[in-house]
């Protein structure tokens, strides 16, 4: 089974300079954010494009919080699309780092894919807090690809058949959209731009021809890098593709960009070994959890109000019960040479009516039910499955839980 770090996504809405309202997605990691980039989505997509979504969600995964939007006039954004130029698609990149820079931190990376590829190399000069831009399949020019998209893509189907056909009719509804963008303009802001540029670029792109790539490469001053996507297509369509982009994208990364000060506690303020240490991330239920030598996050699912970025607490307090059985079990078998291969244990937590537990010696309102299943491989007499149960009562947290507990509490403000 391939489990997928965890990623929290976050739905939210900016205004473009006259005010519209655009519709965007920010993705970050559970845990700290190390910088914050910008997608743009190729022209006719929307931001729930797959390459989009995978390549948010892989750099997430990676550290990085990633916004993504649809411009004016497309996919859940306001506005007319008819009304918008090419500058307007620059000034949209703009906007959404301004709202990641008044809302969270502005962005280290810009990153546009196909047509918007161009964009963000424009937009990269307005932005001072960008080290590195990302083009993904984007051409060198305008003229060509109008072109191209008026007269239709040859040897195409299925997804990028049906994107060029919706290119093709925005362009008919937009006549204008290239107007105020020339080949010229573009060499001029790639080689002004002073930002580190990787160019990722299949050779079997049969949209966007691999001499475009070159050419963006060849117009930009160092340091500048360029990568095949190898076997990808124009969307990169496949998974495997838009993952591969995405680790890429956060390897080079790496080399140019200053991670954000983190949520670091004051060295006097660390947990000693044996000691935790929970602090609030949001405001409302999510929580980093440190003990001196591990991070791990605890929330509440989404219908209590919570983000479900990590278990809830009652699904923790279950957690380190089943690992102290199982704990507790490998060491006696181990002692006793017991044939057992696996231990797992299943827990379960509920509140019941005092009444229908006949062994509590609370008889009114509600007690807590703790159950445990406690799976044995292993060649064992009946005489040894019985020693289990009562060995697994002998767990330290088992103990602690129905034991008294001094709990103490007192508040310290700074």
């Known amino acids: 089974m391939n489990v997928q770090p965890i990623t929290r996504r976050e739905k939210l809405t900016f205004s473009n ?140 189907d299925g997804e990028i058949h049906g994107m060029t056909a919706l290119a093709r009719q925005r362009l008919k509804d937009n006549r204008y959209f290239f107007a105020d963008i020339s080949a010229s303009k573009i060499k001029e802001g790639i080689q002004a731009m002073g930002k580190a540029l990787l160019v990722l670029h299949s050779p079997r792109d049969k949209v966007v021809g691999l001499q475009h790539a070159r050419n963006i490469f060849e117009a930009a001053r160092h340091p500048k890098s360029f990568i095949s996507l190898d076997k990808a297509d124009h969307l990169l369509t496949q998974r495997e593709d838009s993952q591969y982009a995405g680790e890429i994208i956060a390897t080079w990364a790496g080399r140019y960009i200053q991670p954000m000060n983190t949520t670091e506690l004051p060295i006097s303020e660390e947990p000693e070994i044996g000691e935790v240490v929970v602090t609030e991330r949001d405001g409302r239920f999510s929580q980093e959890i440190r003990t001196n030598r591990h991070r791990l ?73 703790i159950t445990r299943e406690i799976h044995i491989t292993g060649d064992l007499t009946p005489e040894q499955h019985r020693r289990i149960v009562a060995i697994a009562n002998r767990c330290p947290v088992h103990k602690t839980i129905h034991g008294e507990i001094d709990d103490q509490a007192w508040v310290i403000s700074d």
């Not at 291969?341 to 062994?359: F, G, Q, Y």
């Open 17 to 156: 300079e006259q005010g519209t309202k655009l519709s965007g997605l920010l993705e970050q990691p559970a845990t700290d954010t190390k910088a914050f980039a910008v997608l743009s989505h190729c022209f006719t997509c929307s931001k729930d494009i797959p390459a989009a979504t995978h390549i948010s969600r892989t750099l997430a995964a990676r550290g990085f919080g990633v916004l993504r939007f649809d411009f004016t006039g497309l996919g859940n954004s306001e506005g007319n699309f008819a009304d918008t130029t090419f500058s307007t698609h620059i000034r949209d990149i703009i906007q959404a780092a301004n709202y990641l820079r008044e809302n969270f931190a502005a962005p280290a990376l810009l990153i546009g894919h196909s047509l918007s590829g161009v964009a963000v190399l424009s937009a990269a000069r307005e932005i001072p807090e960008v080290a590195g831009v990302i083009t993904i399949a984007a051409p060198g020019d305008t003229e060509s690809i109008r072109g191209l998209l008026e007269d239709g893509v040859p040897d195409t």
């Open 297 to 369: 996050l605890a929330d509440e699912p989404i219908d209590y109000g919570g983000a479900d970025i990590g278990p809830s607490p009652y699904e923790l307090l279950l957690a380190g019960l089943g690992a102290c059985t199982s704990m507790t079990l490998r060491m006696y078998a181990n002692h006793k040479k017991l044939p057992i291969e696996r231990i797992s244990v299943r827990l379960d937590h509920e509140k019941v009516n005092a009444k229908d537990c006949p062994n509590c010696k609370t008889q009114e309102g509600k007690v807590d039910r």
